[in-house]
């Protein structure tokens, strides 16, 4: 099992950007699908985003064209760039990985990491 290490959360207007970032630590597997997901108090913990082995992405409807996912596998960091960021999107986020065959499904992911709070101010 990995250890994933967020950052970058803060407190954004909004129409502003954030970029998050997590650092995995451990024995890495080059099949692991990485994610964010987000979570508002008192409701489920919801998919963002995710990247494949191969770079292929996937986003939730309500982030697409705003949000952007990346890897840098040299560098063992995931990133999720942030832009017009709109109040909903205020949540604790999370970074999640393993080698699932669903990205939407959470409890396929044997990895999270403690999670960074986003907060969006209008």
């Known amino acids: 099992q990995l250890q994933l290490v967020e950052s970058g959360g803060g407190l954004v207007q909004a129409g502003g950007s954030l970029r998050l970032s997590c650092a995995v630590f451990g024995r890495t597997d080059d099949r692991n699908i990485m994610s964010w997901f987000r979570q508002v108090t008192g409701r489920e913990r919801e998919f963002v985003a995710a990247?494949?082995?191969?770079?292929?992405?996937h986003y939730a409807a309500s982030v697409k064209g705003r949000f952007t996912i990346s890897r840098d596998n040299a560098k063992n960091t995931l990133f999720l760039q942030m832009n017009s960021l709109k109040p909903d999107d205020t949540a604790v986020y999370y970074c999640?990985?393993?080698?699932?065959?669903?990205?939407?499904?959470?409890?396929?992911?044997?990895?999270w990491g403690q999670g960074t709070q986003v907060t969006v101010s209008s």
């Open positions: 999640a990985a393993g080698r699932v065959s669903n990205v939407l499904r959470r409890d396929e992911y044997p990895s």
């Open positions: 990247i494949t082995v191969s770079d292929d992405t």
